[in-house]
């Protein structure tokens, strides 16, 4: 297993610095640079050179991305040229908010996916339809849309939960857990369609093989076969997709966020985007790629453990 | 017979690399020689390298030392160009009859594979080709606007035979042909096989797990286990008077279609068993 | 000889017969005729507001009602249409092209050059997908070009996979190898092999891929970027539902359904596709739970008759035709006996042990037939009585030994399993393992009980299956082929195996095979069946000196291992000529 650890940790430096490098360059690519956006209109073209040679974008960009690399390195992720504030300032509060919601829409598009699929795998007819009903909605409807569904029918009628607004968990636990409840499934209906698909048909391919037929045949009683045996097996191909799916639920929280006016990177993300904040947007970049080896790395130690061919070689 | 051989392998030696410096050998050192017009049947149990000895002939698998002699050209390093061109001389059957002819193609299309490299023929030739070894191979001449699925198994096969020998080889590799075969079907296939040998003078390595059935299409008799080859010779003298350990044990294992003999050959497996067990 | 004459309608034909690809493919149709003439669809102009009428629902002069500055809703979303369109087409474009070369270059080279694809497409896919449009949208602000290009790009990953997949299992392919050695070219070779292959899974791809174009497509614009304000994307259409949410929130369904409805046309092309091109002919039989006739009563059996079977008929539906599989079979066996079931394949001998075990595949059942086990009559369609018989009265060993153990849990813990089922302690379940494994000559039982089913060969995984079977302590043992898939050295153990079991714990067992040798080597009855019926049923001895059908005659006389060396090998055809003087 400590194999497995380290061969993704070591695919994963490139990954870091494939994103944030492609980042930095698209975000010199803009038109207009830092300079220009900090002196504004009315700055005269020394104020304007000079700046520039302080800001180090004279210098040519492999330096400007490696400077960039090192200081981050060593925690240090620059100032935005926005707000003023230290990028990892800025950053670090909000780290936990997108966090919940990552977990939260793990959690829920596992019990719910692995239960639906399995279910709409082993009754067919109306059961199985029903199920795939609903599956469609996930998939069909926007994530932002869903949400805002979700609130007219939640918040808006039947006032049950909050429409927008964050509360954090030290202010109160009720009323925190309350407020990331739609966030969480507007993310996660599309998640839970996707595993839950997976599910069905990795189920329904095991159930095909050879040796369902001889565990039945040995008299093993049929809630054994199903639940330990056939689910053992039709995890694999489910764990595979878990790791693309989250990664694409990292997609469905920048919007999200914004449509609940979360306090999370998502939303950093947006407004660092619409203001040209290139330090900003990088260091967003940079977290939510740690978040995604962070789950690569889960994947990976999931399958090794459930697959014994790979965890015996 | 002609004293010069057909195709001469000498000392071919097959690894396979496993992973974490494993290394698996396949062949450790096997020398044969085919002569033209002649069957060498080669036969092996699982793991023995024979399909592997096949491979290597037939280019699709890389030998990691030794020869492969073919018409006195060695061919064990040929480049892609000169397997092409050998492609018209040296052929193959394959054990799957349901793998081995594209189901998306016709028949027709399949068959004209093995010519399309001949510049010298013209559709008109090749479709010629086409119905005669159709005919050949006793299958209807409509068979080549068909679709191999709306063939049976031992048809297919015919099929398989038939582009194995249209552009007139001179060594075909049969890879386990009859194994896939019903009983009732393998008795045709066999005999078109030697009837075919016969008539066009073809040389063939004949590869099976089944000695009994080698017996019947071989000249010769070449026994493989593990990778090295523990007994080799004429056919009718290596299927009764068996001289090695492994033979013996091969040869007592299977089983006969005959209750009261079976009965008395159990014995005589245990026997070959353990001197097998013994021996190695 | 007669081939089949099966001609299968073309692929366009079975999918129109499909109502849902019909449907998805019509509103495919009407966007994309939207898309080129909007103004003449909706007259409208979507950008003139109307301040007399704000916020209405449909009617008579606004189909779709007005939005918060009067402007008319179903102009706005015909307007979009383009927009819409013409970037979905440009994602799909980028992602088929790269994914289409990457993945079967990949796929069927192979090498240093498909292992670096494979690190760039997994690089690739763990890209957050709406970091990096946001990255290119802020150079890029206005123009939805540019980020529909790096979607597809970002896509192709996903795309070049599937493809590489497929490429590889056509390049495994023996009539792949066939080609090489008969000359062709590998340029040759992909266009006459694989392209043709893939040419289905690339359409499925890009319809799939459509689909999640047309959201990120909409979500770009959601959030304002993308296309230069004030026009009309589905996007801000819904950006504008948020700001109404309150006091009218009808916005949200014209809004969300036309580009749900978009999605879902593009998913259900792409599933159709991919079912069409797949689908077999015959749909699932529908069960029928005809009773079975009780033909027998148990105490017109002779003596010490274990098992008896009679009038087996097992049928196979598809749609309305019911073709018959095995028809009117009768036999009866001994406690000790060994009873070999002898035939070609389509024979139906292995159904007929599975219809004892209840185990039929989908779509085949029981049509008549009644098996009397101790005394007991049992109705063969009465799956829930066969269900209990499974393990402790009737066991069963496949054909397939590898394939028949679970690859995820060890030996032992599969052995132990079945051994729980009779309710012993768990120190003693341990010993039972051990024990089982010796009883079928396991060397090392204690270190092969830890291995997994990988871990072991085909021989060593057979006798495992024998012990798991003899777990329970049949009285019955059905072997369906056991030794096909192995070497005939190991074949002859297994077979003296199961001998000596079925001697020691008089067992009485029912050994399915297409060899003859096999059956005369274990069997003491055998029957030999054709297409369903039994022509022949008789002790072994009797059987192979004594044939009294010309089929049996002809079997055995074209078995090669009963024939002269040297000879001409008789046939089937030939000999039942040679017998019944009438052509076959």
Redesign the interface.
């Known amino acids: 297993m400590l194999k497995i650890l380290f061969h993704r940790l070591l695919m994963s430096v490139p990954l870091v610095v494939v994103v944030t490098l492609l980042t930095f360059v698209l975000n010199s690519l803009a038109p207009g640079d830092m300079a220009m956006t900090i002196l504004g209109a009315d700055g005269t073209r020394e104020q304007y050179e000079a700046l520039r040679i302080e800001l180090g974008l004279d210098k040519p960009l492999m330096l400007q991305y490696l400077s960039w690399l090192g200081q981050a390195l060593q925690g240090d992720l620059g100032v935005s040229h926005f707000t003023k504030e230290s990028v990892s300032s800025l950053l670090n509060p909000r780290l936990g908010v997108s966090v919940f919601i990552m977990v939260g829409v793990l959690v829920v598009c596992l019990s719910l996916g692995l239960v639906l699929g399995v279910a709409s795998a082993l009754k067919g007819g109306w059961v199985g339809r029903a199920i795939d009903a609903f599956s469609l909605v996930g998939l069909i409807f926007p994530s932002f849309w869903l949400a805002l569904v979700l609130i007219s029918v939640f918040a808006v009628t039947l006032r049950w939960l909050p429409a927008t607004g964050y509360v954090f968990f030290s202010e109160s636990p009720k009323d925190w857990a309350l407020s990331l409840v739609l966030p969480i499934f507007s993310v996660a209906m599309y998640s839970i369609t996707s595993i839950a698909k997976q599910t069905r048909d990795a189920m329904n391919d095991v159930m095909g093989r050879d040796f369902i037929r001889a565990l039945r045949a040995c008299g093993l009683p049929e809630r054994s076969v199903i639940w330990k045996h056939a689910l053992r097996n039709a995890a694999l191909p489910v764990v595979t997709v878990l790791g693309l799916v989250m990664i694409g639920a990292i997609s469905g929280t920048v919007f999200v966020e914004r449509v609940f006016v979360l306090p999370g990177m998502g939303s950093l993300a947006v407004s660092a985007a619409l203001n040209k904040d290139i330090l900003l947007l990088q260091g967003v970049t940079l977290y939510f790629t740690l978040m995604t080896v962070a789950i690569n790395l889960m994947v990976d130690l999931s399958y090794g453990w459930l697959n014994p061919k790979v965890r015996l070689? | 017979m002609n004293a010069t051989p057909l195709l001469q392998v000498k000392d071919l030696r097959v690894d396979f690399a496993q992973?974490k410096g494993k290394v698996f050998q396949a062949l450790k050192g096997v020398s044969l020689n085919i002569h033209p017009g002649e069957t060498v049947g080669l036969v092996g149990?699982?793991g023995s390298g024979k399909t592997t000895v096949g491979r290597v002939i037939?280019?699709?698998t890389e030998a990691t030392s030794g020869q492969v002699i073919f018409d006195e050209e060695d061919i064990t390093q040929a480049s892609?160009a000169r397997?092409?061109?050998?492609?018209?001389d040296?052929?193959?059957v394959?054990q799957?009859p349901y793998?081995?002819?594209?189901p998306?193609?016709t028949v027709g299309?399949?068959l004209a594979?093995?010519l399309?490299?001949d510049k010298s023929l013209s559709p008109t030739d090749i479709q010629q080709r086409i119905s005669e070894v159709l005919q050949r191979v006793g299958?209807?001449t409509d068979?080549a606007q068909?679709y191999p699925?709306?063939?049976s198994?031992g048809?297919r096969q015919r099929i398989?035979i038939a582009?194995a020998v249209i552009?007139k080889p001179r060594l075909i590799v049969c890879d386990e042909p009859v194994s896939a075969l019903?009983?009732?079907?393998?008795?045709?296939v066999?005999?078109l096989l030697?009837e075919l040998q016969e008539s066009m003078g073809l040389a063939m390595l004949f590869i099976s797990?089944?000695l009994?059935?080698v017996?019947?299409v071989s000249h010769r008799t070449v026994v493989l286990y593990r990778g090295g080859i523990v007994e080799q010779g004429d056919?009718?003298q290596v299927?009764e008077h068996p001289q090695h350990p492994y033979t013996r044990?091969?040869l007592?294992?299977?089983?006969?279609?005959?209750?009261?003999?079976?009965r008395e050959r159990?014995t005589q497996?245990?026997q070959a068993?353990q001197a097998l067990a013994a021996a190695t | 000889?007669s081939?089949?004459?099966?001609n299968p309608p073309s692929f366009i034909r079975r999918l129109l017969g499909r109502p849902l690809a019909v449907l998805a493919l019509l509103w495919l149709l009407l966007l994309f005729v939207l898309s080129v003439s909007a103004p003449l669809c909706a007259p409208i102009d979507p950008l003139e507001q109307d301040l007399l009428a704000l916020k209405q629902l449909p009617s008579a002069e606004h189909w779709l009602g007005t939005d918060a500055l009067g402007r008319d809703v179903f102009s706005r979303m015909v307007h979009g249409v383009s927009i819409t369109i013409a970037g979905v087409i440009e994602a799909v474009v980028v992602a088929s092209l790269l994914g289409l070369s990457l993945g079967v270059s990949a796929g069927y080279f192979g090498g240093m050059w498909d292992r670096c694809v494979q690190q760039y497409v997994s690089l690739v896919q763990s890209l957050p997908t709406m970091l990096i449009m946001l990255a290119v949208l802020a150079v890029f602000g206005q123009a939805m070009l540019p980020a529909m290009v790096t979607l597809g790009v970002m896509g192709s990953a996903g795309v070049s996979r599937v493809l590489r997949s497929v490429t590889l299992a056509v390049r495994e392919?023996?009539?792949i190898?066939?080609?090489?050695?008969?000359?062709?070219?590998d340029a040759?070779i992909i266009v006459?092999?694989v392209l043709?292959?893939i040419a289905g899974p690339v359409i499925v791809q890009m319809s799939l891929f459509a689909a999640i174009a047309v959201i990120v497509q909409t979500g770009i614009s959601f959030l304002g970027l993308g296309v230069a304000p004030p026009a009309p994307t589905w996007g801000s259409m819904i950006f504008e539902a948020s700001a109404s949410l309150n006091d009218f929130p009808w916005l949200l369904v014209p809004s969300g359904g036309v580009v749900a409805l978009t999605v879902l046309s593009f998913g259900l092309l792409g599933d159709s596709l991919r079912d069409t091109s797949t689908e077999s002919w015959s749909r699932p039989a529908v069960r029928q739970g005809v009773k079975a006739r009780l033909a027998v009563k148990p105490q017109d059996l002779p003596e010490g008759v274990l098992l008896s079977m009679r009038d087996v008929s097992i049928v196979t539906s598809s749609g309305q035709t019911q073709r018959t599989l095995v028809k009117g079979v009768n036999f009866d066996l001994k406690q000790g006996e060994t009873l070999g079931i002898v035939g070609?394949?389509g024979s139906g001998k292995t159904l007929t042990s599975l219809s004892l075990m209840g185990l039929l595949p989908p779509g085949v059942h029981v049509s008549a037939g009644t098996a009397v086990i101790q005394g007991e009559v049992i109705d063969l369609s009465n799956e829930k009585r066969l269900t209990q018989l499974r393990g402790a009265t009737v066991g069963m060993i496949f054909q397939e030994p590898m394939a028949a153990l679970d690859p995820c849990f060890t030996i032992g813990h599969q052995l132990a399993e079945v051994i729980r089922l009779h309710g012993l302690r768990a120190a003693q379940v341990q010993a039972k393992v051990i024990e089982l494994l010796e009883q079928v000559k396991i060397p090392n039982p204690q270190d092969v009980a830890q291995r997994y089913p990988h871990q072991i060969s085909?021989g060593m995984a057979q006798r495992v299956g024998i012990a798991r079977a003899l777990a329970s302590e049949p009285k019955i043992l059905l072997a369906d082929e056991p030794t096909t898939a192995l070497?005939?050295?190991?074949?002859?153990?297994i077979?003296?195996l199961l001998r000596s079991l079925s001697q020691s714990r008089q067992m009485a067992v029912v050994l399915v095979t297409?060899?003859?040798?096999?059956?005369?080597?274990i069997?003491d009855r055998a029957m030999v069946l054709r297409h369903g019926q039994v022509l022949e049923s008789a002790t072994?001895?009797d059987l192979?000196?004594r044939p009294q059908h010309p089929y049996t005659q002809?079997?055995?006389a074209?078995?090669?291992?009963?024939?002269q060396?040297?000879e001409?090998?008789?046939?089937?055809?030939d000999k039942l000529m040679d017998i019944t003087g009438a052509a076959a």
């Not at chain 2, 793998?99 to 594209?102: E, H, I, M, V």
């Open positions: 070689s | 992973g149990e699982s037939l280019g699709l892609r397997r092409r061109d050998l492609g018209r040296i052929q193959v394959f799957d793998g081995s002819l594209n998306a193609r299309d399949t594979e093995p399309l490299g299958m209807p068979t068909r699925g709306q063939f198994g048809q398989a582009r552009a019903d009983l009732s079907v393998q008795a045709q066999l005999n030697k797990h089944d009994t059935v017996r019947h056919a009718a299927h044990a091969l007592a294992a299977a089983p006969v279609p005959d209750p009261l003999i079976q159990r497996f245990e068993r | 000889m081939a089949l004459a099966y392919e023996l009539y190898a066939a080609a090489r050695i008969s000359g062709l070219s040759q006459r092999h043709p292959r070609e394949s085909g070497d005939v050295t190991v074949q002859a153990e077979l003296a297409h060899d003859w040798g096999v059956v005369a080597d069997c072994v001895v192979f000196h002809a079997l055995l074209a078995n090669p291992h009963s024939a060396p040297g001409v090998l008789p046939t089937v055809d």
